[in-house]
């Protein structure tokens, strides 16, 4: 098998390397048309005749040459920047749909003009996607100039825009803006009553920044539009209480992957008396029993400081793979609520979902896709399995002189961070500036009072001061620097050596540059490559080290700390074999979250492809193809939205218990498909039924007042929010057969025991 993939390997960097001299051809050529003697008139001449022959059907690539041609020489008249040839290349791989992996301060921002004036000339538009709202301004600003010395406009979309603003944003011929803030303005344009309401366009071309992060990490993210409720919701309160009264292994176990918990006999037995409410497994206590099992899962795996931390009185998730906090995101089926309530908080009780959609299949809307990322490689066969994505390996402009060290292997946590400290010392003592990453907010708390105590000064980066990101990042290449971070360093973060002083910096380099060290390897490979990448940058000299210690979450769900046999000791494990052990437990769990991903892809898509059917009917409704009167078209769109919302429901409820469905010897995903088949077939029928009636009330009045009295509008607010995709992994892994014959075994158990329980005493 090694040797297979090792062929498959070489193959894949001949194509690359092959590629990549068809495009090294090309930027001769495009270096041959200078223009340097041209006047900015003849240059705006040329991009307007470009356009013309665009906008006229000339293919796009015929066009390439002289388009970035002159997306070099005005990008030195503009912004004086010169683009490296490396860059161009870059740029010419996004316009052919490849995605591109372009090491760290290599440039990508300037990478995406060119391909993205290319793509406007036809007058589509164009999307450039960004990790946040800050880089979406930061760069439209930045590049802005360029595009509009060569005639074609540009902006950035902003959360909290109005209506008009986003419109007219929209408009331009390059858009920038975040992934998430585009999806939920197409799901608001979904549920708009007047096409004067909705923002977008039809998709053309899209540019993903940060693609790997988009693409895989939060691919699964629902985007979610609801309505508002005002109520508040007290029922949590009575399961955390009954939740905190349980006792592990007396009353609830784990899955074999600790990812999630259920109640054994005697847990139920107890659960049933504090709630007073009989036998849990009753149909009619269904809801009781999906609320105790949230709060058991909030109350057993989920970690103040690790998984979510608490600011402002308000509950706000830790996003797992950058540590950062997770605007606007919220946990599923009743866990939001849950969390609030062990924190003891309010919590408002959920409106009705309106819409909702995956950044993945919000992306698929697009005919053209092709995304930029320093760390892609890792992943390329995700990205081709899913998208059709194949990576392009870009060379950096200068070679990368980064030392990779091998991995610092600890039988336990305790020796791990008392070497880290020493470590961290010794390095300091030289002046050399240093970044930490660790795995959350509690272990960079810890490791910073561990400095404290050896008496050296740190910055702490984490969830709860990251709105000091910017600063502490700007001085993390300082000499004598100590920088302790969860992952939030580790994404859309260029550290200079000596914090941009050209005098540090030299000083620093000699010392070797930044020095990374990571305190823990993530499930995926991708992911400590990002923190490593925040070294050696353009050429400078760094290194990077992981300490790990066989007590880590991730070695402790393979079982890999049975291999020392209960030996704890100070000094790091030797044996080699734990290198490769440790690599393959990476390559096993990538390989575990690609099967979850694509188990939960079959799900949502046999929904997104409903929705997309009767989206487009909704359309033509909306943009007036059909014949029919105002009256008919408000009520159409109103039913439709109604229904579909139910459905939404439906689909959510069915998907919570289909994987009891295996015990019937049926397909959990047959059934699923099944259901929802025949539930979205009733649709059509439900809206033509409940339309008839309305209309018939309404006696062909037009009169939109009329429409308000009987409840024919939208909601009166909504609002947006993102699903933690991966708790939905979690809930889907604790069912394992084993879980759910012991469910089944309980409830018939109970069942037969009734009648004894029943007798009465003497």
Partial sequence: MNAAVKLMQKFKDSENQNRLKVYQGKVELIRKRNLEA?????????????????????????????????????????LSLQPYDVQIMAAIALHERFLIEQHTGEGKTLSAVMPAYLNALTGEGVHVLTFNDYLAKRDADWMGPIYRFLGLTVHSVQAGMSLPEKREAYAKDITYVTAKEAGFDYLRDTIALSEADTVHR????????????LLLDEARVPLVIAGVSGSFGNEAFRFAEVARQLEQIEHYDFDESMRNVYLNEMGSAKAESLLGCGNLYESHNNHLLSSLNCALHVETLLKKDVDYIVRDGKIELIDEYTGRVAENRHLPDGLQAALTAKEGLQSASDGKILGTITLQH??????????????????????????????????????????????????????????????ISSVH?????????????????????????????????????????????????????????????????DIRLGGGNPTQAEVVAKLGGLY?????????????????????????????VFFISLEDELMLRFGIDKWVRGRRQDEPLEEPVLQGKISHIQRVAMAQNFDIRQELNYYSDMVE??????YEERLRILNGEQPMSPSEQRVRLFYIDEFWADHLAYASYIREGIHLESLASRNPMDEFHALITQAYEQIPAKIDRESADILARLGGSNDPAEWEKLGLKSPASTRTYMISDHYIQNKRSSWTPMTVIAYYLRKVLRAALLPIHKLPKY
């Avoid at 041209?38 to 796009?60: F, H």
């Avoid at 041609?69 to 005005?74: H, I, N, T, W």
């Avoid at 492809?609 to 009767?614: E, V, Y």
């Fill in 38 to 78: 041209w006047d900015d008139g003849d240059l705006l001449a040329e991009s307007l005749r470009l356009q013309k022959e665009a906008k006229s059907g000339t293919p796009l690539d015929e066009l390439l040459i002289d388009a970035y041609a002159l997306v070099c020489e005005a990008a030195k008249r503009t």
């Fill in 202 to 213: 039809p998709f053309h071309y899209v540019i993903v920044d940060e693609a790997d992060s």
């Fill in 362 to 423: 919000f992306l698929s809307l697009y005919p053209k896709v092709c995304g930029m990322t320093a760390t892609a490689y890792a992943s390329a066969s995700e990205f081709e399995a899913i998208y059709e994505l194949q990576v392009v390996r870009i060379p950096p402009s200068r070679p990368n002189i980064r030392i990779d060290h091998p991995r610092r292997i600890y039988t336990h946590k305790e020796a791990k961070l008392k070497a880290l400290v020493q470590e």
């Fill in 429 to 493: 003592a030289t002046g050399r500036p240093m970044l930490i990453g660790t795995s959350s907010v509690e272990e960079s708390d810890t490791l910073a009072n561990a400095l404290a105590a050896a008496r050296i000064s740190c910055h702490v980066l984490n969830a709860k001061n990251d709105a000091k990101e910017a600063e502490i990042i700007a001085k993390a290449g300082e000499i004598g620097a100590v920088t302790v971070s969860t992952n939030m360093a580790g994404r859309g973060v």
């Fill in 516 to 544: 990374v060290i990571g305190t823990h390897v993530n499930e995926s490979v991708r992911i400590d490559n990002q923190l490593r990448g925040r070294s050696a940058r353009q050429g400078d000299p760094g290194s990077s």
């Fill in 609 to 614: 492809d409903q929705r997309r059917i009767l």
